[in-house]
């Protein structure tokens, strides 16, 4: 298990926290999308603001944020980092009868954002599945992934175009 490629086992392959100390401390980013598909009338719900719980987009974007902030406290081995910015972008997309949602986390810090974003991803379309499964639960969150990141020593990365956006 010694030349594993998997940091977060130790040489025994017992899981730990990678220790990031020695780590220099660089401004990263990471920027994550994925997908909810509905009924074209909970859509149209959620469109003109008439859903009884409110503003669905506005509460998902609130919960993203949120659980951006307690990535830590979800995932046994990340790390708690100071966040210095998240940006959620949720656009209905009328065509494909679905919403968007386009995540954007920003730290300066030894490790980077990844999970961070991937996790306001999903609890933001969580967020919008729960506020809106009463009328529609055949709802499907798909597409979550990891789009880009910047920062550290593995430098920037971007996903390649593929045809599932």
């Not at 490629?5 to 780590?23: I, Q, R, T, W, Y």
Request: charge should be neutral; aromatic fraction near 2%.
């Amino acid at each position: 298990m010694q030349n594993s490629p998997l940091s977060h086992f130790n040489s025994a392959g017992e899981a730990h926290m990678v220790d990031v100390g020695d780590k220099a401390i660089t401004e990263r980013s990471a920027v994550c999308e994925g997908f909810i598909e509905m009924l074209p009338d909970t859509l149209a719900l959620i469109m003109a603001g008439n859903h009884k719980k409110g503003d669905v987009l506005g509460v998902a974007r609130i919960a993203g944020i949120m659980a951006s902030k307690k990535t830590a406290d979800l995932i046994p081995l990340c790390h708690p980092l100071p966040l210095t910015h998240v940006e959620i972008q949720l656009r209905t997309q009328p065509q494909q009868n679905r919403v968007h949602c386009l995540t954007t986390v920003k730290t300066k810090g030894q490790t980077g954002v990844e999970m961070e974003a991937l996790t306001a991803t999903q609890i933001a379309l969580l967020t919008i599945y729960d506020m809106c499964k009463a009328v529609d639960r055949g709802m499907v969150i798909q597409g979550v992934r990891l789009l880009e990141k910047s920062g550290g020593k593995s430098g920037h990365w971007r996903k390649q175009e593929d045809s599932v956006s």
